[in-house]
C-alpha cells in the first residue's frame, strides 16, 4: 500500500487543521493506520491510530481530547483532526499502515510495514 500524507500548514497556537492520508494499491479497510511526528532533533513519537476492523481508536497522552481520528474506509483516507494546537506540536506528521499489528504494538514506533513521506505543521505562538 502506498502511503501520502497531507494537510499541514502554518497555523497559530488555539488554531486547527486537518491531515489526511490517503492510499492506494490495496483493500485499505485491512489495514490499522497510526499517526506519527518527529519534531526537530527528536525521535518519532506516536500520535495515534484506528484499527482497521472496528475502527478502534488510541491516542498519545499529549494529544487526548485534542486530536480526533477518523477513517473512511470508501475514499481510502485516514483523517487527523487537529484542535487547539500548541507550539509543541510543530513537527513532520506520518501516517503509517500496518495490516497484522496487534494491539499491544500499536503505538510502538517501527512496528508499522507502510509509511510515506510526512507533513508539516507548524504551530506559532
Known sequence: VQLQASGGGLVQAGGSLRLSCAASGRTFSRYTVGWFRQAQAKEREFVAAITRSIGRTYYADSVKGRFTISR????????????????????????????????????????YDYWGQGTLVTVSS
Do not use: F, H, W
Open 72 to 111: 473512511d474506509n470508501a475514499k481510502n483516507t485516514v483523517y487527523l483532526q487537529m484542535s487547539s494546537l500548541k507550539p509543541e506540536d510543530t513537527a513532520v506528521y506520518y501516517c503509517e499502515a500496518n495490516e497484522a499489528i496487534i494491539q499491544s504494538s500499536i503505538r510502538n514506533v517501527g512496528e
